[in-house]
């Protein structure tokens, strides 16, 4: 048993109001695993780094059961790298610069050993990346999927075509209003529902999220965080949370699934309180455990 | 025991996308008493209208256990009226005219018979006119308040003066920003327990609605809807059906006044349903326990 996340792993500069960070660690395959090592180990990462990777980078992911054999890494390239600065009230960052470097010919081989993994997480990248993944999976049980404003204005085809084939479809608020053309989020829901997916899982950030099928409606809090320093890699976190959940209890039900929205909750609710990974890094499961307690009492009525 | 509302009585005209609707019953204090009256009445209230308000809405109101002595009806004068039009997602009203007639006088004096009322719900007006009522009132048990943009802008004194006296602040989020200056809902909430109330609940439209004390934190569903009529009215039903539970169990702890935002919620996802109050002249009792059933479905986890 085993969970595969295919994405981005980069070096990341952020600046929020709360200070700044250069070329630390990044990308969503690397929140994606991060998050899922508190529930489930080991994950297999698929990406594509450079030559100048730090091997400290490599030492931390495998300390967290992340297995690396899909981990290319291009001798006389470099990382993928992004620089974005967060504003105001910390909801959308403005994109400074991006280096795709090796990430611009990223296109991903499962090693031979990684096809019958499970549980998948096709993280953010190009819809064509996500079905050639798919296409060399020879037993998926759960497929779960990202995506984003640029590959449903720009690759729309694709994304439609990879819908069709994903179990569970995460995305933001804004994103099912943009894929669907619905305002209304539960119509909004209900339409990606046609697309192909059972359950879509829409995130609203300091909202909470929703997680719809045919017949079921779970609304999930948001965790009252006073203080947001740096929202990167939270819808990451989120989804490593989830499937990492999902296959600690190999059970994808809806019980089991409103659980793994919460831990998904959780995870990025402590992602977003440091830069890059470090809150990730010292977090510890009675905090975790704390905080589930915490969302269970604030919904009981 | 008795509930008093000092608000608006008045006639709206209204277009959505879904249609229009000419001098059709409205304002503040009418949309909390029809909600209230699902579950406490009698319900005492206070406001002006003009020789033309029509006798059938004073028997609607006397049908749903409404106290009439203190709506004054001014000879040779007219109803306040309202006109709005509701686009795209229906979030914000634009409105086309406001007609204060008589409202533009309205200096509330309460009845001897209603200077005990224990349960007291201010609604939207001037705070001035709130901190009137108040000095009329002689043991008032639980004070429950509304506000608005432009108090907020135009007579932030008097505002401050009236939350030193309250109870509760209801308001929505947009109002909570405006009036702390701070974007994040959670450090807004807690910088209003900080100007009086011991309790604030921000609405939130379609993400629910939030309740805190200084040592609690709940987090309300929004009851899923894939249509939206007509949001008119939809605050003072949230604050009519709140204060109408608590009233029916003579209640303010913790449990209660979680009941009580669902009663809320569930009160004013009805009545968007249909224009002015006509979704709620037909709603039954059986329907808003469906309601509350299905949201404690929904947030099960």
């Given at each position: 048993?085993?969970i ?64 690396l ?13 992004w ?14 610069f ?26 953010n ?58 305002s ?58 989830f ?55 604030a919904?009981?009525?």
């Amino acid at each position: 048993m085993s969970i595969l996340v295919v994405g981005s792993v980069g070096l990341d500069s952020v600046e929020t109001p709360c200070g700044k960070v250069e070329n630390a660690l990044g990308g969503s395959a690397v929140y994606f695993s991060t998050a899922a090592s508190f529930f489930f180990q080991p994950i297999r990462l698929v990406a594509v780094v450079g030559d100048d990777f730090a091997q400290e980078h490599v030492d931390f992911l495998r300390s967290r059961g992340v297995k690396l054999e899909g981990l290319e890494q291009i001798q006389g390239g470099k990382t993928f790298r992004w620089g974005g600065r967060y504003t105001g009230d910390l909801n959308a960052a403005t994109t400074l610069f991006t280096d795709l470097n090796v990430y611009g010919e990223f296109d991903p081989k499962l090693p031979e050993t990684h096809r019958e993994t499970p549980y998948v997480f096709l993280a953010n990248i190009n819809p064509e990346l996500q079905l050639g993944v798919l296409r060399q999976m020879t037993a998926p049980k759960l497929i779960v999927c990202d995506t984003m404003n640029l590959w449903i204005n720009n690759s729309r085809d694709a994304l439609m075509q990879t819908l069709g084939e994903v179990d569970i479809l995460i995305l933001n608020d804004g994103e099912a209003r943009l894929l669907t053309g619905e305002s209304n989020l539960i119509r909004a829901g209900k339409r990606i529902l046609t697309y192909g997916p059972d359950r879509v899982v829409i995130k609203k950030g300091e909202h909470g999220a929703i997680s719809l099928t045919d017949s079921t409606f779970f609304s999930a809090p948001a965790y009252p965080l006073e203080e947001v320093f740096d929202p990167t890699g939270a819808g990451d976190s989120f989804a490593g949370g989830f499937l990492g959940y999902l296959a600690s209890v190999g059970d994808a039900s809806e019980a089991c699934i409103r659980k793994a929205v919460i831990y998904g909750t959780i995870i990025a609710s402590f992602n977003v309180e440091d830069f890059s990974l470090n809150r990730q890094r010292r977090l510890t499961r009675s905090e975790i455990d704390r905080r589930y307690e915490h969302l269970q009492e604030a919904v009981l009525f």
